[in-house]
């Protein structure tokens, strides 16, 4: 085995024309590591070898002015024929076998080229599949925003070198360094399609990512073509990863082994069978993926027009419709369709033919991944293109749903004692929050007038709270007046605490955003009781207050018709029944027509207008 290395250095040695002081110290470390380690070392010691001489040919290349430009290749292999030949005769000596690692090396390379070696080739990798180290995984589950990689603190600063022209990283070994525009690193090999987080700077990392990567396209050889990319995230033991493969012209993802567990693609969506619909739920995550990797992604031009129709769509729909299942307002949809028009505008002039394909900006490609994310995971949600399809957000998709329109009797119970606000929020409850989805533009809508309503239930309070101790400082007060004075006033001080609560914790919900709003919701609401019970707590404001009202006015009757004289009986007597039909009056509005130019339909009950 000595004898090999040592015709292997003394061919090099000849190749590079350098001295063999340079190398001694190179040559006893290779032959102690194979000797120590076995025949296994001498494969990667030659390569750290070949390496290490190659960056010393490039310093000392300059040197040699009689050089001519020309490309090199020269092979170092695994075996050789025990032959010894001569430096002089080099060109006689034994022939090399297979399992060969192939280097490339420019005599004269350009300012800032690295040389490197080819790791990724068969020969270092094994063959054997171990489906055990591959788990199925979906661009949701990326651990880009969680795994990051934290700085120390304590590291003192690094100086800078003096006339340093060129701060631009070593290159890794057949991989390309990118930079997503919220700033991520992430590597990608051009030759292979493959995508991975892993700080490939790192040798173990970068060995362990090029095993996976060939295990994996060795098994997929025949399901895979150009327009297929692989992406890899290192499990913590870093001899398994996650994959999934994506496929540019499908806008689907795929893997080589069952993904057991969908949920997560089909975010806790019951009921999905149909293969058109798992397909929208694979677009939304193909969408996902190329805004996680927006560079070296190739879409038809067609995709901008398309993404601009949706967007129209959607606004004239939202624009029109009060049960749009639309998730966004007027002001975002507009926003949206500004971006759309300026992707369009520059994908125009790149493709005289509809047929080619086109790779955007990294910047461009997030907006246009993102938007056609948002708009298929909702067509996902909304059943798009099944039998079951959700046309309007408040309606159910599920038959479990349907028999839960009308409220248990615990809410109807409610309703009598706190004067009907219950049935007002639970409708605005059930039709917001349908099939665990949200409808967010109106939920956005009635929360910001329901703290308009909690902040002037507080002033309500207050007036009340100070009218009612008043009260009990007047004379001749008797007792059941006050005992009731008495009621009215805890009913006062428990309207002003609810209110306050209620509107402190809404800004600490986290409902000034979409995504908190229907988190908030989710916690909140786990069954139909639970969507009764939000309902009551949001009527509790406005009941108190009502009973805090009630019983000071029964209070004051109690004060007023305590006196004995007739006259002031009579009088009071009718000015409170007329008041008391009149206050009345507004509570049940809309339960009888009481206009005289409005005049119910025959037709289904409808009140139409006549002129």
């Not at 350098?18 to 470390?29: D, E, G, W």
């Not at 695994?78 to 002089?88: C, D």
Request: aromatic share 10%; with cysteine.
């Amino acid at each position: 085995m000595v004898l090999y290395l040592r015709a292997i250095l003394t061919w090099l040695g000849f190749l590079f024309n350098t001295t063999a002081p340079h190398i001694r110290s190179l040559v006893r470390q290779c032959i102690f590591y194979i000797r120590k380690l076995g025949i296994r070392a001498a494969q990667s010691g030659l390569q750290t070898l070949l390496s290490r001489l190659l960056a010393h040919y490039q310093r000392i290349s300059p040197k040699n002015s009689n050089a001519e430009p020309e490309t090199t290749h020269f092979i170092a292999a695994s075996t050789i024929h025990p032959v010894l030949a001569p430096v002089n005769d080099l060109s006689q000596s034994s022939s090399i076998q297979a399992n060969q690692l192939q280097v490339q090396v420019s005599q004269h390379p350009a300012q800032g080229s690295s040389t490197s070696i080819d790791s990724r080739s068969p020969s270092a990798l094994p063959t054997e599949w171990d489906p055990k180290k591959f788990k199925p995984l979906a661009p949701q589950l990326c651990q880009r925003y969680k795994g990051r990689v934290l700085v120390r603190s304590d590291i003192e600063a690094k100086p800078i070198p003096a006339k340093k022209k060129d701060f631009s990283e070593t290159p890794v070994d057949g991989w390309e360094s990118v930079i997503h525009p919220e700033g991520a690193l992430y590597f990608y090999d051009a030759t292979r399609h493959v995508f991975t987080d892993a700080n490939l700077r790192s040798k173990r990392l970068l060995k362990a990512i090029n095993h996976l990567a060939y295990q994996l396209l060795l098994k997929a050889s025949d399901v895979i073509d150009d327009s297929t990319h692989l992406v890899l995230e290192l499990q913590a033991k870093e001899d398994a990863c996650n994959y999934y493969f994506v496929q540019h012209d499908k806008r689907l993802l795929f893997w080589l082994q069952d993904f057991d567990d969908p949920i997560c693609i089909y975010e806790h969506v019951k009921g999905v069978k149909s293969d058109t619909h798992i397909k929208i739920a694979l677009e939304a995550q193909y969408w996902m993926h190329c805004e996680l990797y927006p560079s070296n992604a190739l879409i038809q031009p067609q995709i901008a027009t398309e993404l601009k129709h949706v967007l129209l769509h959607a606004h004239s729909d939202f624009l029109t419709s009060d049960t749009s299942v639309v998730p966004y307002d007027l002001s975002t949809l507009q926003s949206m369709l500004d971006l759309s028009s300026h992707i369009v505008e520059y994908v125009g002039p790149l493709t005289p033919s509809s047929d080619e394909c086109v790779e955007l900006p990294a910047h461009l490609m997030c907006i246009l991944a993102r938007l056609m994310r948002l708009f298929a995971r909702s067509k996902f949600l909304n059943f798009y293109g099944q039998a079951s399809a959700r046309l309007n957000a408040n309606q159910s998709v599920y038959e479990v749903e349907q028999s839960r329109q009308k409220g248990t009797f615990r809410l109807r119970l409610a309703n009598m004692f706190l004067w009907g606000a219950p049935a007002a929020q639970y409708k605005f409850l059930k039709n917001t929050w349908v099939d665990n989805i949200l409808n967010y533009p109106k939920w956005y809508r009635h929360i910001n007038r329901l703290n308009g309503d909690w902040s002037n239930v507080t002033i309500f309070s207050t007036v009340m709270l100070a009218v009612d101790v008043s009260f009990l400082c007047a004379p001749g007060v008797i007792s059941a007046a006050a005992v009731v004075i008495y009621l009215s006033t805890i009913c006062s001080v428990s309207s002003l605490v609810v209110s306050i609560l209620l509107a402190v914790e809404s800004r600490g919900w986290g409902t000034d955003s979409a995504e908190g709003a229907a988190s908030f919701m989710a916690r909140m609401i786990h069954t139909q009781s639970d969507v009764e019970a939000l309902a009551i707590m949001y009527s509790l404001p406005y009941a108190y207050l009502i009973w805090g009202m009630f019983c000071f006015v029964t209070a004051l009757g109690i004060y007023v018709f305590h006196s004995t004289n007739p006259a002031t009986l009579v009088v009071v007597g009718l000015c409170w029944v007329a008041a008391t039909a009149l206050t009345l009056w507004p509570a049940w509005w809309g339960k009888f027509v009481i206009t005289p130019w409005s005049v119910p339909s025959r037709k289904g009950g409808q009140v139409k207008e006549t002129v």
